[in-house]
């Protein structure tokens, strides 16, 4: 579908003001932000300024506050709308459950209210999380589909991080996409779950598409590098910067699926103009995975600081998952889309920006 008329939630957060950028060249845009301080140290003064620059409205307001969300809809009346506004962070969100509830599940059924009043939009494209899967999809040793159980303080504590069955075998990771049941463990993943399900059965039958874009670790350069809950290649930028070491939690191999910024934005563009609504969610990352060890030390190499402390712990946090990497034939089948910008491209240009960001701020 062409849109004329965008709403963006969380419009002026790392993805969405880069989304909104690229919207508004062809289409009327508006975001709604509360531009947090945690996420926006300076207010928001630059990323406010890049989106006027860019023609973009904006409507200061939080989407906990119903209010401030019927404002913004019937100040856009849109046709499609891109709900990116959440709380993000495993470990936050067991320490603040409340907050994060409120904001992800009471402002998304705010969203769906509002969108049912205004009655002028067509679809509605949800960021989602692969937090969702939990543990994701796995297989026993004969290479049959199994299910992780959520691993167990108590293993974790004796330095037993593997995957295991419910009968205490070791299970191997494999490439997880919608086919695999959602299994969150923690509260962030719970609340962002609770997000499809209000969207969709919310919008049955109303003539409203409901797209839900399952993401990866999104990373890259405007990534916030203050906020101790941002994606932990930022924090790491933080931690060479500031000339400390960085402590890798577990044994080293937890592993991710790093998806540059600018791929994830053609991706929410992608399903925004794709004529017909994927019936499932779609994975978007890049499809393969890499510890946290190998990542750290590649942002070691890249500042040139390879002699900095870099240690195993053995910590782990509560409702962090073991592997996390997405199965992307789904976008490719129901979006064309691929990413292109690689792990070694898009860290060699954060570490740059990181560089140049920090000494300003020193």
Known sequence: MQATSILITGGAGFI?????????????????????????????????????????????????????VSRAMQVSSPDLVYHLAAETGTGQSHDEPTRYVTVNVTGTAHLLEAIRAEGSVARVVLAGTRAVYGEGAACDSDGRPAIAETRDPARLARGQFDLQDAAGRTLTPLATDAATAPRPTSIYA?????????????????????????????????????????????????????????????????????????????????????????????????????????????????????????WISGAYRP????????????????LGWTPQVTLDEGLAELVDWSRITLAEVA
């Open 16 to 68: 969405g003001s880069r989304l909104a950028e690229q919207l508004a060249a062809d289409a009327c845009v508006t975001v709604l932000d509360n531009f947090l301080p945690q996420v926006h140290a300076d207010g928001g003064a630059l990323v406010r300024e890049r989106l006027m620059d860019a023609g973009v409205s904006i409507i200061e307001g939080d989407i906990a506050d119903p209010a401030a």
């Open 190 to 310: 719970s609340s962002k779950l609770m997000q499809e399900y209000l969207l969709r059965q919310g919008l049955w039958g109303s003539g409203t598409d409901v797209s839900v874009l399952r993401l990866q670790n999104v990373y890259g350069a405007g990534q916030s590098l203050h906020n101790p809950y941002t994606g932990v290649l930022s924090i790491f930028c933080r931690l060479i910067c500031d000339g400390q070491g960085i402590e890798i939690y577990e044994d080293g191999t937890i592993t991710r699926d790093f998806v540059h910024v600018d791929d994830v934005v053609q991706a929410f563009i992608a399903a925004g103009r794709a004529e017909t609504v994927p019936e499932r969610p779609v994975d978007i990352g890049s499809g393969e995975g890499t510890t946290i060890l190998d990542a750290a030390r590649s942002l070691l190499g890249l500042w040139e600081a390879e002699g900095r402390p870099l």
């Open 319 to 334: 409702g962090d998952v073991r592997h996390a990497v997405a199965d992307i034939s789904a976008a490719q089948a129901a």
